[in-house]
C-alpha cells in the first residue's frame, strides 16, 4: 500500500478547525418525531419540507413498481432501452412544469454537472451569482468557457458583467439559484431575466429549494414569478420537497434532446430504480390533489420565522422555509446546535466555509408535518438557551 497517512491527517486538521463532518446516526424515518443517536427527537434540519419521505402513497407506488418492474433498471437508460415508467414520469412533470419537455437525470447535482459544460465552452461565458450551490459551481469548473461572478442577487450588478464581457463571447449563460440554500432567499428572476434578455443570454435556474415549495401548486420559483416558458432552463431535484431522489432538466423539446444526446453524466450512469420514479409521480399527484401540504408548510414558516424575529434571532434574508438563527461565531453555533440537541431539537450548524465567517449559523428547515406544538416546543428551546448563550436578552 501506498503511504496513506495524508488521509488521516487531513481530517485531523478539520477536525482540529471544527470543519469536519461528522454522523448523527437517523435510526428512524425522516419525520418530525425523529429518532437520532438513540435519542428522540424534533426534526427541524430536513429537506423533506411536505413530509412526503415518508407518506404512504410514495411508499405504496414505490412498492408497486418493484414487483411490476423490479429492484433495478439495468442500465443506462438511453443504452439498454428506457423504461416506460420514466417516460411517464417525464411527460408528468413536463405538464406539471408546464414545459414542453423534462428529462429525468440521476441527481440534481449530476444535472448540472452534465449539463452545463455543454451548454458552454471555449469562447463563451458564464455568469454565476456568488452565492450559487457547489453543483452549479462543478458544472462551471467543467466547462472550458469563461466565468464570472455578479453580487448576490443583484440584476444591476449582473447588467454591469454583462456589459463589460458579453459583446467579446460566442454564448452566454446566466446561472443562479431559485431558492438560496444557506440563506433562504429568493432569487429575483424577473430583473435577472429582463437584464439577461437584453444581452441574448440563457438564463438557468437550479430550482432545488423551490421545487414543491414556491409557486402555484409547488412549481417552483420560476412559476412564482410567472415566468414559464421564459427562462430557458429550468432544473432542479426531487431528494428534497419531493420526497423521493433524482433530478430533471426542463424546458423546450430541444433542450431535453442536446441533454439526452450530450450530457455526460447522464449518458454514463444509470438510470434509478423504477420505485423512484414512481414515488416522484405520487409526488406530483399528491401536489396536484392536496394543497394543505403547501399551505400548512407556509403557515408553519411564517408563525416559526416571526416568533424568532419577536425573541430577537436573526433570522437574515430568510423569505422561504429556510430558516437561519445567525449567531455570527462559528463556536457559537456549534454550541447553541449541541444544547438545542440535549434539548431534544436537531438542527445542525453551518459555518465557514460554507457561509462567512461572521456568518455562522444554525439553519432550521421549516417543514409541513410540524404541529403547532411541535413548533412551540422548538421555539421554546430556542429561546431558553439563547438567552443562556447570551444571543438573545
Ligand atoms: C440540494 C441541491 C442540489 C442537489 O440535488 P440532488 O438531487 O440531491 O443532487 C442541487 N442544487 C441545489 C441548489 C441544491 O440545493
Not at 423569505?319 to 461565531?329: L, N
Request: contains cysteine.
Amino acid at each position: 500500500m501506498a503511504d496513506l497517512s495524508f488521509l488521516a491527517q487531513e481530517v485531523k486538521a478539520l477536525r482540529e478547525k471544527k470543519l469536519d463532518w461528522r454522523h448523527y446516526t437517523l435510526e428512524s424515518p425522516s419525520v418530525p418525531h425523529a429518532q437520532v443517536n438513540g435519542k428522540n427527537v424534533l426534526m427541524l434540519c430536513s429537506n423533506n419540507y411536505l413530509g412526503f419521505a415518508n407518506h404512504p402513497k410514495l411508499k405504496a407506488a414505490a412498492k408497486q413498481a418493484i414487483d411490476q418492474y423490479g429492484a433495478g433498471n439495468g442500465s443506462v437508460p438511453a443504452i439498454a432501452g428506457t423504461m416506460d415508467l420514466m417516460l411517464t414520469l417525464e411527460e408528468k412533470l413536463a405538464k406539471f412544469k408546464r414545459s414542453e419537455a423534462a428529462l429525468v437525470t440521476q441527481t440534481g447535482f449530476a444535472a448540472n454537472a452534465g449539463l452545463i459544460p455543454q451548454l458552454v465552452g471555449k469562447g463563451d461565458l458564464i455568469i454565476s451569482d456568488e452565492l450559487n450551490h457547489g453543483s452549479i459551481i462543478d458544472g462551471v469548473r467543467l466547462s472550458q468557457a469563461d466565468r464570472a461572478v455578479f453580487k448576490h442577487a443583484d440584476a444591476t450588478d449582473l447588467d454591469r458583467v454583462l456589459k463589460e464581457k458579453a459583446k467579446t463571447a460566442r454564448r452566454v449563460l446566466v446561472c443562479t439559484d431559485g431558492v438560496f440554500s444557506m440563506d433562504g432567499d429568493v432569487a429575483p428572476l424577473k430583473e435577472i431575466y429582463s437584464v439577461a434578455s437584453a444581452y441574448d443570454a440563457i438564463v438557468y435556474v437550479d430550482d432545488a429549494h423551490g421545487d414543491g415549495v414556491m409557486g402555484p401548486e409547488g412549481r417552483g420559483t420560476i412559476h412564482h414569478y410567472h415566468l414559464e416558458n421564459q427562462i430557458d432552463v429550468d432544473v432542479g431535484t426531487f431528494s428534497k420537497a419531493f420526497g423521493a431522489f433524482g433530478g430533471y432538466v426542463s424546458g423546450i423539446h430541444a433542450l431535453k434532446e442536446f441533454t439526452f444526446n450530450k450530457s455526460r453524466t447522464w449518458l454514463l450512469s444509470a438510470g434509478h430504480p423504477p420505485s423512484v420514479w414512481a414515488s416522484v409521480m405520487a409526488s406530483i399527484e399528491l401536489l396536484e390533489s392536496e394543497p394543505q401540504h403547501l399551505k400548512t408548510l407556509w403557515d408553519n414558516t411564517h408563525y416559526f420565522k416571526k416568533r424568532l424575529r419577536e425573541m430577537g434571532f436573526n433570522t437574515g434574508r430568510s423569505t422561504t422555509p429556510i430558516t437561519p438563527v445567525i449567531v455570527g461565531e462559528s463556536a457559537v453555533a456549534h454550541h447553541l446546535s449541541q444544547r438545542l440537541f440535549q434539548e431534544g431539537v436537531f438542527a445542525l450548524p453551518i459555518v465557514f466555509p460554507m457561509v462567512a465567517r461572521d456568518q455562522a449559523r444554525v439553519r432550521v428547515m421549516m417543514n409541513a408535518a410540524l404541529s403547532r406544538s411541535d413548533l412551540d416546543f422548538a421555539l421554546n428551546a430556542f429561546e431558553n438557551i439563547g438567552k443562556e448563550l447570551q444571543i438573545v436578552s
